[in-house]
């Protein structure tokens, strides 16, 4: 079995990014994950910034001449001013009427060149960093992003496939996403359950974002799950370089060990690069780290 190694290039200037995707390819990665950045594209409702949107058609054209498949991720910590202002996904009205119209921006401008799309990631850590302390706003926003997962399905399926990014270590509320994209019912704890439509079976790829015990968590979301490929988006742990890459050996360990009996297609590093509040397979000047080698060796 085959498994795709890739890692999230971040996007900004563009000789940078080119010289980013030529490294990914050096080092024998096979896919990318690139941010399409909504504040920067979108700073005020209904403005687009094409120049953006360039900068990535040029980028993903690149990457397919390196022999990297681009996928894009259409959602980061960082939303427009304008759509924070109105509520954003914390409010019926902006996050149903903003958010389906971004992803058909994306889907139209980017459409043709992408080789998969990640919608957005992390959603147990985006909802507890939005509403960290009323129970019932957290629960309400947990129901908005379940509803915002399944309205950019509606608009990408039947295109480049959809991944979630799921991140496992948020417990019972992680099992309710993945259980919901398996039956089409939302069973958030404390809250009654709600059928979704077009949630069950919502995604091409199940993804999981991941630190450590990474077997028993695939192993949980192939029970628990609709029947999909997985993949694993892995940030390793550690103080040291050491550390981490004896972090990234024990994760292909459990990758391989899994692989017998559930269909992995791919493996993504959190980043490429060091950046300052995280770390890498390689040092900002492109030098692969210890932990890069167990990447790519793994």
Same mark, same amino acid.
Do not use: Q
């Given at each position: 079995m085959t498994i795709l190694r890739?890692?999230?290039?971040?996007?900004?200037?563009?000789?940078?990014?080119a010289d980013d995707l030529e490294f990914a390819a050096q080092i024998g990665l096979e896919l990318v994950r690139l941010d399409v950045p909504w504040a920067v594209a979108q700073p005020r409702a &209904?403005?687009? @910034? $094409?120049?953006?949107f360039e900068q990535l058609l040029t980028a993903a054209t690149q990457a397919r001449a390196l022999g990297l498949a681009p996928w894009f991720r259409l959602l980061q910590p960082d939303v427009p001013h304008w759509f924070d202002d109105e509520g954003a996904f914390g409010d019926d009205r902006a996050a149903s009427t903003w958010w389906p119209r971004w992803v058909e921006l994306v889907a139209d401008r980017l459409g043709d060149v992408a080789a998969g799309w990640v919608p957005f990631e992390a959603p147990v850590a985006m909802a507890a960093r939005i509403e960290p302390d009323d129970p019932r706003r957290h629960g309400e926003l947990t129901v908005r992003l379940v509803l915002a997962w399944r309205d950019a399905?509606?608009?990408l399926r039947g295109g480049p496939p959809v991944a979630t990014s799921i991140d496992v270590a948020g417990g019972a509320a992680a099992d309710?996403?993945?259980? &919901?994209?398996? @039956? $089409?019912?939302?069973?958030?704890?404390?809250?009654?359950?709600r059928p979704v439509a077009d949630?069950?079976?919502?995604?091409?790829?199940l993804g999981i974002a991941v630190r450590r015990d990474v077997?028993?968590?695939l192993y949980r979301v192939g029970e628990i799950g609709p029947p999909r490929p997985l993949a694993v988006v892995v940030g390793p742990n550690g103080t040291t370089d050491t550390e981490r890459a004896a972090e990234v050996s024990a994760m292909w360990r459990d990758v391989r060990r899994a692989a017998g009996e559930l269909d992995i297609v791919?493996?993504?590093?959190?980043?490429?690069?060091?950046?300052p509040e995280a770390h890498g397979l390689a040092t900002a000047d492109r030098r692969l780290?210890?932990?890069?080698?167990?990447?790519?060796g793994g």
């Open positions: 890739g890692a999230v290039v971040a996007t900004g200037e563009a000789a940078r990014i &209904g403005a687009n @910034d $094409g120049a953006v399905w509606r608009i309710a996403w993945i259980g &919901g994209l398996a @039956d $089409g019912t939302l069973r958030l704890p404390g809250r009654a359950e949630l069950a079976g919502a995604c091409d790829v077997e028993a968590a791919s493996v993504t590093a959190s980043r490429l690069l060091d950046g780290t210890d932990t890069g080698e167990a990447f790519v």
